[in-house]
C-alpha cells in the first residue's frame, strides 16, 4: 500500500506538469483567435478603401459623369448613364460601410475604427452635399436600402450638408 502511495506522488507531479502544458496552449489559443480578429478589422478597412478608391478612378474615366450627378434623378429616365451606376455603388459602399460600423466582433470592439468611420461620414456628407444626383437618388429609391441607413443618413449626414448646395 505504501509503494502505491508513492507512485501517486510521483504521478501528481506529472499531472501538474501536463495541466500547466494545456493551460499554456489554452492561453496560446486565446491570443491567436482574438489575432484573427484584430486581423479581419484590417482587412475589413483595406477592402473598404479599396472599393473606395475603385469607384472614384470609374468615376474619373467615365464621361460627363460629374455633369450628370449634378443634377436632379428621375425613375422615369428609361437609360441609365455611368453616372447613375457610379451613384448607386456610392449609397451601397456607404450602406455597407454603415452595417461594418454596427458589427461588433468580441461583443466588445466595433469592426470599423472611429478614425476610420469618421471619414467615411465626413464624405458621406461631402457627396450628398456636392452631387444632387446622389441625395435625389438616394430619397427616391429609399425603399432599396436599409430603415436604420435611411434614419442615419436623415438624421447625421443630410443634417450637415452644405446650405448653399442644392436640392438640401
Avoid at 33 to 41: E, T
Avoid at 89 to 100: D, K, M, P, Q
Wanted: net charge positive.
Amino acid at each position: 500500500m505504501f509503494e502505491m502511495l508513492k507512485q501517486l506522488a510521483a504521478d501528481k507531479n506529472s499531472l501538474e506538469a501536463i495541466k500547466l502544458l494545456i493551460n499554456i496552449a489554452a492561453l496560446v489559443s486565446v491570443v491567436g483567435i482574438f489575432s484573427a480578429l484584430l486581423s479581419m478589422r484590417v482587412n475589413v478597412c483595406n477592402q473598404l478603401y479599396a472599393r473606395w478608391q475603385s469607384l472614384l478612378f470609374k468615376f474619373a474615366d467615365a464621361d460627363r459623369a460629374h455633369e450628370t450627378l449634378l443634377t436632379p434623378y428621375s425613375k422615369d429616365l428609361t437609360t441609365r448613364t455611368k453616372a447613375h451606376f457610379i451613384a448607386v455603388a456610392y449609397v451601397n459602399l456607404f450602406e455597407e460601410a454603415y452595417r461594418y460600423r454596427q458589427a461588433r466582433f468580441a461583443f466588445i470592439w466595433r469592426v470599423l475604427p472611429e478614425p476610420f468611420w469618421d471619414s467615411i461620414v465626413k464624405s458621406m456628407t461631402k457627396q450628398f452635399s456636392n452631387y444632387t444626383y446622389l441625395r435625389t437618388f438616394w430619397r427616391q429609391e429609399q425603399n432599396s436600402f436599409s430603415a436604420d441607413f435611411n434614419a442615419f443618413i436623415q438624421a447625421e449626414v443630410i443634417p450637415q450638408c452644405t446650405p448653399d448646395s442644392p436640392s438640401n
